[in-house]
């Protein structure tokens, strides 16, 4: 259908369009903001990653965690590590490594800091 356009008295031009146009209109507007907030998001995540390229998680990595293993049990296995590997790394127990990788435990900033240290990467991953 094509738009009406009526003119005031004052000389301003209105537009009647049918109600379902006008909701097809809100609709598509609602949608380019959505998409516009997800392009920025994207453009400041990848500003970051470009100027912290250790920030970026391996592609394994990533993939475990999206299969549901916590950040540090993919990291562990991404290095080939057991448990007891990195506990003994660390000089602490396997269960204690064991409650960290599950979520039962939260580590320090500290405990943090020397496992990202003891798998060489970076404490960003961790925080």
């Known amino acids: 259908m094509k738009p009406q356009i009526i003119t005031t008295p004052s000389g301003e031009e209105l537009v009647v369009i049918p109600r379902a146009e006008y909701d097809a209109m809100i609709a598509a507007l609602a949608e380019a903001e959505e998409d516009a907030a997800d ?16 920030a970026a998680l391996p592609e394994d990595v990533s993939a475990a965690v999206l299969r549901g293993a916590s950040l540090l049990t993919a990291v562990r296995k991404w290095k080939k590590l057991t448990q007891q590997d990195l506990a003994g790394r660390l000089g602490m127990s396997q269960g204690y490594l064991s409650d960290l990788e599950s979520g039962r435990r939260k580590g320090t900033p500290e405990t943090m800091e020397a496992i990202a240290n003891a798998l060489d990467v970076p404490r960003s991953w961790f925080e």
């Open 39 to 54: 392009v920025a998001i994207y453009d400041a995540r990848k500003a970051e990653l470009a100027r912290d390229a250790h």
